[in-house]
């Protein structure tokens, strides 16, 4: 009697990062970044109906920053069942980092004409204190952006997630960190500009801060930067660790009961998404010429998670859109209606909530699934 055969089990195969149709819209998105939009900023003269102008440039530079942050919030929500509320802490503190830079290269060009910045001669400082000793430094400056914010979320995370702290009440200490992180940003005395924040740049590594080109190129940066963490968001989904944080989001208690750890997944996504968000804010701070501890106010960070809840969590692709939506939205709304803004946004969630669960890209895939 023969033995009987076996059949080797098939694993599934890892998914591809992106389709030849994917990558094509990427090297589309790469090349509208770093050559159509200089060319039209920089080369069409004003004039001209193609022009594209230094405004607009700002306007969009801004919200690709703003998209940096959704996706980071995509990652822990859509993809991990984390909300979190603060997470624009972690951009203030990236914006914090890179305006201290930008405040020492003023140099003697304040109105004080003195070494130190001119909010510290205001108040009779004398001297640096402590914390701004590599200020000057701008490759040192660019390690706090990231170290600052991935510190303060893995010992957060870390405490948190090993008390099993989640739901809504993870949410509300996440609004309450930001919140007495905004109320010390505050005071005077920490060194960090008080409610007025820092401002009035003047150079960024050695060239002008306002610039045309400096913002172009502040301007590509940016884009090729949220393109990355796209790639990188897309290759963390498809691997086996962003199954495990799928399934954490989907049942934890199984996760742990087939012998998994969710406090590593969970404090490294939340980490990583912490670090996206510090860079989204170095980036930010010279394109928009201004830092405060508004940055840090809880209604900040509950944009950030609107973002991503009107262009469709777990999609990765929607967070983007949603950040350009509701911003452009803004933008024309507190120019034209500015007082009808907010009833707008809170129309916005409520239908999103109740008629689009998906978002924005969820309607789109549905009809595309209804004409095929």
């Known amino acids: 009697m023969n033995p009987p055969t076996t059949v080797p089990a098939l694993l599934p195969q890892r998914p591809t990062l992106l389709t030849p149709k994917g990558w094509l819209t990427v090297l589309a998105a790469i090349l509208i970044v770093a050559v159509l939009v200089p060319v039209l900023n920089l080369l069409i003269p004003e004039g001209s109906p193609l022009h594209l102008s230094d405004y607009l440039v700002g306007?969009?530079?801004?919200?690709?920053?703003?998209?940096?942050?959704?996706?980071?919030?995509?990652?822990?929500?859509?993809?991990?069942?984390?909300?979190?509320?603060g997470h624009g802490l972690?951009?203030?503190?990236?914006?914090?980092?890179?305006?201290?830079?930008l405040m020492r290269q003023i140099g003697r060009d304040g109105n004080y004409q003195s070494d130190l910045p001119d909010f510290m001669v205001f108040l009779d400082w004398k001297t640096l204190p402590w914390h701004w000793a590599v200020s000057d430094s701008f490759v040192l400056q660019m390690l706090l952006v990231l170290l600052v914010p991935g510190a303060l979320a893995w010992v957060f995370g870390f405490f948190a997630f090993r008390s099993r702290i989640k739901g809504v009440y993870f949410s509300i200490i996440t609004q309450a960190l930001t919140y007495a992180a905004?109320?010390?940003f505050f005071r005077n005395e920490t060194g960090f500009g008080g409610n007025n924040g820092f401002t009035d740049f003047k150079r960024i590594l050695g060239y002008s801060a306002t610039s045309t080109t400096t913002r172009m190129v502040l301007f590509v940066i940016t884009g090729?930067?949220?393109?990355?963490?796209y790639l990188m968001a897309r290759w963390i989904v498809a691997s086996k660790f962003g199954r495990v944080l799928q399934a954490i989001r989907d049942a934890e208690s199984r996760v742990m009961?087939?012998?998994?750890?969710?406090?590593?997944?969970?404090?490294?996504i939340w980490v990583f998404s912490a670090l996206m968000c510090g860079v989204a804010g170095a980036l930010y701070v010279p394109q928009v010429g201004i830092i405060n501890p508004g940055e840090m106010s809880p209604a900040a960070s509950i944009e950030i998670a609107i973002w991503a809840a009107v262009g469709g969590r777990a999609t990765l692709i929607g967070p983007i859109?949603?950040?350009?939506?509701?911003?452009?939205?803004?933008?024309?709304?507190?120019?034209?209606?500015p007082e009808f803004w907010l009833y707008f946004l809170g129309a916005l969630f409520?239908?999103?909530?109740?008629?689009?669960?998906?978002?924005?890209?969820?309607?789109?895939k549905k009809k595309g699934e209804q004409q095929s």
């Not at 090729?224 to 963490?229: A, E, H, P, R």
């Open 59 to 85: 306007l969009i530079g801004k919200i690709m920053c703003y998209a940096i942050c959704a996706l980071a919030m995509d990652l822990i929500w859509g993809y991990t069942g984390i909300l979190s509320l």
């Open 90 to 101: 972690f951009f203030a503190l990236g914006g914090y980092a890179m305006g201290m830079y």
């Open 182 to 184: 905004m109320l010390l």
């Open 224 to 229: 090729l930067v949220l393109i990355g963490f």
């Open 257 to 268: 009961f087939t012998g998994y750890n969710p406090l590593s997944y969970k404090l490294g």
């Open 321 to 337: 859109v949603g950040a350009f939506f509701v911003n452009g939205a803004k933008s024309w709304f507190t120019q034209v209606f």
């Open 350 to 364: 409520i239908a999103v909530t109740l008629f689009l669960p998906n978002g924005i890209v969820g309607l789109f």
